[in-house]
C-alpha cells in the first residue's frame, strides 16, 4: 500500500485558499466541504465565485439548468461575463506594473510584460480582428509557439466574443488544415517561426500551405519574433471595451486525436470555463496572485489554456517557454531557478524523461507547489520528484481530468496528508465515484472500475463540435444520467483514490484485468529501464498477453539476457500471470508534445495496423522503429 508522503504543516494550512473557504462556511475539514460541494453544487459553485472575486457583469438568475437531462445543463442561466476582463484588464487597473507573462525562448531570449502592457496588447489585437471581419462566435485558429502572444491572441478572442481553436504548435500543413476545415476559421494567428530542438520550423509557411484548401480562412495574422504585431496592432488605439457575453457563449473549440484519423471538436463557453479553471488553480494548485507559475505545456493541451486562464483569473505571473523542455536536459530547472517559479507543471512521462539527467546544481527553493498530470504515476519517478525535486517538502497535486472536463475529476490540494501516485480524491465539486460493469459502486471495496461522475459540472463541454450523438455515446449512454470517462481507478481503505489507465488501455490476461501504467510501473523499477509503454495483443490461448516496448537508461545496451531480466522483475511485483510475454527494447517511444505516451498508436503499430491520428506525435520516427523491432 502506498504511503502518505505529505503532510501540510500550520503554515501550509493558514495560507492554503481552500481553508479559508471551508472556515469562511463554517466546515470543520476539507472532506466535509468536499461532501458539501457534491451534495449541493448550487450552493457551492455559487460560494467559490464569490470567494475567489470572479467576476460576473450581470448576475445569473440559477445556477445551473438540467431541464434538458443532465448531458445538457448550462451554468449561470441569465449571467453574463468577460474572460478577458477577469484575466488580464482588471489586473491592469489594479496592479498595472506587475509582471503578467514571461517569455523564454529556446534561444536563450528572454522579455516580460506587464498587466498593463499585457491588457493594451489584447485590446488592440481585438480591435484589429474586428477590423478583419471577426464577429461573436466566429472561430479564430491560434497556432503559435509558447510565449505571452499565446494569451494575448486567447484573450483577445474573448474580449470580442469569438471562438478560439488552439492548435498544437507542432503540426504539420494537414493537421492544421483539418481543424481549419472542420471549425470553419475565419481567421489564422500564426508566427513567422519557432525554435524546437534546435530547428527553426516556418509556422506561417505551413498555415499558408493549409489556408489553400480551408476555404473559410479569409486572413491570417501573423506575430514576428523580431518585428511584433505589424499593423494589426500598430493601427489599433487600444480603447474598444471588453464585450460582455452570456455565460454560456462559446469560448474555446479544442480539438483531440481520435483512435480513426478523426478528431473530436471539443466546445467549451466563458462561464463555465472559467469558473471551473479559477477553483482548480486556486483550491487544488493553492495558487496565490504573488505565485509564478510554468508548466511545460502547449495551447494545443487543455493545460495551455488552463494555465492563461486559471493562472490569469488569479493575477499570477506567467512563464512561457518556447521549445522543448529537456534540452538542454537542464532547460527546465534553470527555467524555475532563474525566474523563480512557485507553481510548476509536468506530466509524468516528461519526469521519466528526465530523471536519468538528474537535477543540477539549482535553486528550487521558490517552489511551493508541483502539479503532475497526463497519465498515471509509477512509484520511482513519483518519489524522485517528490524528493530531489522537491526537497520531500513540496506536496505534488496529482490531478486527473481531460479535455472534455476542463479541469480535474480528481486532485488532492495541498491542505490535506497525500499519499505517494495517488490523486487525493474528488475534486470539489464533482461527485465522482468508481463502479462495476452494471454501475454499482466500488468506492470502499479497493476494487478496480470505472471512474464515473454522477452529477453535472460547469466546466464539461457544451458537446462535441457538430456531433452530438458521438458525444452522447462517448460519455453518457452506457449508465444514463452519468458520464463515464473511459479510466480505470480504485479507492484504498484509507480513502485514497488512484488511477489504472486508460479503460480501453486495459489489458485482459488469461480473463484477469490489468492496467498498462501496472506493468509499465514494474518495468520502469528495472535499472536499465528509463521509460516503457505496455499494450496487449492477441494470445491464441490466454486472449491476450503483454508486449512491453522499453527505452533504455544510458550505459545499457539491449540484449535477450536484459530483456528476460525486465520480463521476470514485472512477473515478481505482478505474478506469474502478468509476465510479459515480449520486452522489445526501441529508441524511443511516441509522444504527444505534452510529452504523453501514445499507447494505442504503439500497439497499432505493433499489430501492423493503422495507427490512427498522428497529428499530435511529436516523434512519429519512434512509430517505424517500433514496427522494425516486431
Not at 489584447?122 to 505571452?148: F, H, I, K, N, S
Not at 472559467?274 to 494548485?285: K, T
Not at 462517448?474 to 480513502?495: C, K, L
Request: with cysteine.
Amino acid at each position: 500500500m502506498a504511503e502518505v508522503v505529505w503532510t501540510p504543516d500550520e503554515e501550509t494550512l493558514e495560507r492554503a485558499n481552500v481553508v479559508r473557504l471551508l472556515r469562511r462556511h463554517g466546515l470543520g475539514s476539507y472532506w466535509e466541504l468536499v461532501r458539501r460541494s457534491q451534495d449541493d453544487p448550487a450552493w457551492f459553485w455559487a460560494a467559490a465565485i464569490e470567494d475567489l472575486g470572479v467576476e460576473f457583469s450581470r448576475p445569473w438568475e440559477r445556477v445551473y439548468d438540467d431541464s434538458r437531462g443532465p448531458e445538457w445543463t448550462t451554468w449561470f442561466v441569465g449571467a453574463t461575463l468577460s474572460i478577458a476582463r477577469n484575466c488580464v484588464h482588471r489586473w491592469a487597473e489594479r496592479t498595472p506594473e506587475r509582471v503578467a507573462a514571461v517569455f523564454a525562448g529556446e534561444d536563450g531570449s528572454r522579455r516580460e510584460s506587464t498587466f498593463a502592457e499585457l491588457s493594451q496588447d489584447v485590446t488592440r489585437l481585438a480591435e484589429g480582428l474586428v477590423r478583419l471581419g471577426v464577429e461573436p462566435g466566429d472561430r479564430v485558429a491560434v497556432y503559435l509557439p509558447m510565449c505571452p502572444e499565446v494569451a494575448v491572441a486567447s484573450h483577445a478572442c474573448a474580449h470580442i466574443g469569438a471562438v478560439q481553436v488552439p492548435l498544437f504548435s507542432g503540426f504539420a500543413a494537414p493537421a492544421v488544415q483539418e481543424r481549419l476545415r472542420d471549425s470553419e476559421a475565419k481567421v489564422v494567428i500564426t508566427a513567422d517561426y519557432s525554435l524546437r530542438r534546435g530547428s527553426r520550423l516556418p509556422m506561417r509557411e505551413t498555415v499558408e500551405e493549409a489556408a489553400r484548401e480551408a476555404a473559410s480562412v479569409e486572413h491570417v495574422v501573423t506575430w514576428s519574433r523580431d518585428e511584433g504585431w505589424g499593423e494589426i496592432v500598430d493601427e489599433s488605439p487600444g480603447e474598444l471595451p471588453p464585450l460582455e457575453v452570456d455565460a454560456e457563449h462559446p469560448y474555446l473549440l479544442t480539438y483531440t486525436s481520435g483512435t480513426t484519423g478523426r478528431p473530436k471538436g471539443i466546445l467549451h463557453v466563458q462561464g463555465g470555463f472559467l469558473v471551473s479553471i479559477a477553483r482548480e488553480v486556486a483550491y487544488q494548485a493553492d495558487a496565490h496572485p504573488e505565485d509564478v507559475i510554468h508548466f511545460a505545456t502547449d495551447m494545443g493541451w487543455i493545460m495551455g489554456p488552463w494555465t492563461v486562464v486559471g493562472g490569469g483569473a488569479l493575477g499570477c505571473t506567467l512563464v512561457f517557454a518556447e521549445g522543448a523542455p529537456d534540452r538542454p536536459a537542464d532547460r527546465l530547472w534553470r527555467l524555475v531557478e532563474r525566474e523563480r517559479v512557485s507553481v510548476l507543471g509536468l506530466s509524468p512521462t516528461l519526469v521519466r524523461a528526465l530523471i536519468h539527467h538528474g537535477v543540477p546544481e539549482t535553486d528550487l527553493s521558490s517552489l511551493r507547489t508541483i502539479v503532475t498530470t497526463g497519465e498515471p504515476w509509477n512509484p520511482d519517478p513519483y518519489r524522485w520528484l517528490f524528493e530531489h525535486v522537491g526537497g520531500g517538502r513540496r506536496p505534488i497535486i496529482n490531478c486527473s481530468g481531460g479535455t472534455e472536463v476542463a479541469a480535474c475529476f480528481l486532485s488532492p490540494t495541498p491542505a490535506i496528508p497525500i499519499k505517494a501516485c495517488s490523486l487525493g480524491g474528488p475534486a470539489l465539486g464533482m461527485a465522482m465515484d468508481v463502479v462495476d460493469a452494471d454501475g454499482r459502486s466500488l468506492v470502499g471495496t479497493g476494487e478496480v472500475g470505472e471512474l464515473v461522475c454522477r452529477r453535472p459540472f460547469p466546466g464539461m463541454t457544451r458537446g462535441f463540435w457538430r456531433d452530438p450523438e458521438r458525444y452522447l455515446d462517448t460519455y453518457w449512454r452506457r449508465f444514463p444520467g452519468v458520464w463515464v470517462h473511459g479510466d480505470w481507478a480504485s479507492v484504498d481503505e484509507d480513502g485514497y483514490w488512484f488511477l489504472h489507465g486508460r479503460s480501453d488501455d486495459t489489458l485482459n490476461i488469461a480473463g484477469k484485468r490489468i492496467g498498462p501504467a501496472e506493468i509499465e510501473s514494474a518495468a520502469v523499477a528495472h535499472a536499465a529501464v528509463a521509460e516503457a509503454a505496455a499494450v496487449g495483443v492477441p494470445h491464441e490461448v490466454k486472449g491476450e498477453v503483454a508486449w512491453v516496448f522499453c527505452v533504455l537508461a544510458p550505459g545499457y545496451e539491449p540484449s535477450e539476457e536484459l530483456a528476460a531480466e525486465v520480463s521476470e522483475r514485472a512477473a515478481a511485483e505482478l505474478g506469474r500471470a502478468f509476465r510479459p510475454d515480449r520486452v522489445v527494447f526501441v529508441p524511443g517511444l511516441p509522444k504527444t508534445r505534452s510529452a504523453k505516451i501514445v499507447r494505442r498508436a504503439v500497439k497499432a503499430t505493433a499489430l501492423g495496423k493503422d495507427p490512427g491520428d498522428l497529428s499530435s506525435v511529436e516523434n512519429p520516427e519512434a512509430l517505424e522503429a517500433i514496427a522494425r523491432a516486431v
